[in-house]
């Protein structure tokens, strides 16, 4: 399916977010930039994958998207409604966007309440927003939900710290998925499961999105795991988005440096292709985001930088269909 017949669920322009360094004494404020001006679009029922090393911002942007964290600046759009806009001054209330927009976090065992069962857990939010009017129909939608993930029906009555890592998760999906969202954001969903969990996790929520028809902005550092379970596939480099394309292009053709150099350090199961391979190796540590180079922010590490991309940043620009750049070596070489 083209772009132009598919339908954008979400849109977001020029993204910031900029956290305050607290503590700090000198009369210049400083600010940690974790998100810059990142702009993408997200189609309904797909699933956008996002990939890049620990503390680039991906976590932010995902929180921001769905404005746990307040945008510092730039548009946010879903399904056709500005729901966030410095420009315009709109900052919608968001509780009637909850229903629709929902979150797995990363750390099943810090983002469930120790005091609360499962069964509580679940049904907070029917009772925030008032889903289930009887109590009848609340406790047969709860074990309908814990069905959805895998779990039995008397695991309602049991507290998170008496689960498995794998089960607290799927609590946690339970939880996102006890509203009938539309969009999710998995937020590194399996980063802190066993490996032989991690498949189980993946393949229930493709099983899910397919049932309901659900769109994922799905986060990880793993490329292979994004790979597997992504339609299209951004690259984030300390904030900023660098690459964005189909999941197959990008892992086959990447243009950003940047990438290639991720791409280099998947490992792959083929011992004599991986010893064939040529490494990418980088010079030098990820910047501060609190005092960001100008420019290109990658161009610190770059073997191909330029006197223009210490000064200018790249603008994010498509170079084939559907694959997306924000590199000045592109630019030169056509």
Do not use: W
Not at 73 to 92: A, F, H, Q
């Amino acid at each position: 399916m083209s772009e132009q017949t598919r339908k954008k669920l979400l849109e977001v322009e020029n993204l910031r977010k900029y956290f305050p360094v607290k503590g700090n004494k000198l009369l210049e404020k400083k600010y940690v930039q974790a998100v810059e001006s990142v702009s993408l679009s997200i189609y309904k029922g797909e699933t956008l994958g996002l990939v890049g090393e620990s503390g680039c911002g991906k976590t932010t942007l995902g929180r921001t998207i769905i404005r746990l964290y307040e945008p510092t600046s730039g548009r946010i759009v879903y399904d056709g409604t500005p729901i966030y806009d410095s420009e315009k001054n709109i900052s919608v209330k968001m509780l009637p966007y909850r229903r629709k927009m929902q979150i797995i976090f990363q750390d099943p065992s810090g983002s469930l309440d120790p005091r609360m069962t499962v069964g509580e857990i679940i049904g907070e939010a029917l009772d925030i927003h008032g889903l289930t009017p009887s109590k009848k129909e609340r406790t047969d939608r709860i074990r309908q939900l814990l069905e959805e993930v895998g779990l039995n029906t008397e695991h309602a009555n049991r507290f998170p710290h008496e689960f498995s890592g794998g089960q607290q998760q799927r609590v946690g999906i339970a939880r996102a998925l006890a509203v009938d969202p539309e969009f999710i954001v998995c937020d590194e969903p399996i980063s802190a499961l066993d490996v032989s969990i991690q498949s189980q996790v993946v393949n229930m929520l493709e099983d899910l999105q397919a049932n309901k028809g659900l769109t994922y902005l799905f986060i990880a550092h793993d490329v292979s795991v994004v790979r597997h379970i992504s339609n299209r596939i951004g690259v984030m480099y300390l904030g900023c988005l660098v690459e964005l394309a189909e999941s197959h292009e990008l892992c086959n053709h990447p243009i950003h440096p940047y990438t290639k150099t991720l791409l280099s350090a998947v490992p792959l199961p083929d011992p004599i292709k991986s010893r064939a391979r040529q490494r990418i190796l980088l010079e030098g540590d990820i910047p501060s985001p609190i005092n960001p180079p100008s420019g290109c922010r990658f161009h610190t590490r770059c073997p191909y930088a330029t006197d223009r991309c210490r000064q200018e940043m790249p603008v994010l620009k498509e170079y084939g269909p559907g694959h997306f750049g924000a590199c000045h070596l592109l630019e030169q070489n056509g």
